[in-house]
């Protein structure tokens, strides 16, 4: 019922800049929190960036001033700015959406995964 769908990855060298893009579509009554999570080989799946509705955002400390998430409520879509890129951003990156479904209630809503690699 509800598609999640990211862009935007791909290789790119240390000190090098990414836009990561997410789309959200579907019986869709609102979209409270969107967000940005990554998970590298051999680690847990964590919160890289949020933004709710209202545009308050929340940043990992390892990307703060570094990636800037933001988000166009009219068309349910969520993007990430990466600059600075380092080695150690490299993993593959989830879209999340917080959304209420109609006739449902709120229910986490994950994309497939876009792959960031930062090698020179």
């Known amino acids: 019922q509800v598609q999640v769908v990211e862009s935007g990855g791909g290789l790119v060298q240390p000190g090098g800049s990414l836009r990561l893009s997410c789309a959200a579509s579907g019986s869709i009554f609102s979209v409270n929190t969107m967000g940005w999570y990554r998970q590298a080989p051999g680690k847990q799946r964590e919160l890289v960036a949020n933004?709710?509705?209202?545009?308050?955002?929340n940043y990992a400390d390892s990307v703060k001033d570094r990636f800037t998430i933001s988000r166009d409520n009219a068309k349910n879509a969520v993007y990430l700015q990466m600059n600075s890129l380092k080695p150690e951003d490299t993993a593959v990156y989830y879209c999340?959406?917080?959304?209420?479904?109609?006739?449902?209630?709120?229910?986490?809503?994950w994309g497939q995964g876009t792959q960031v690699t930062v090698s020179s």
């Open positions: 933004i709710r509705w209202g545009g308050s955002t």
């Open positions: 999340n959406a917080r959304a209420v479904v109609v006739g449902r209630g709120s229910s986490d809503y």
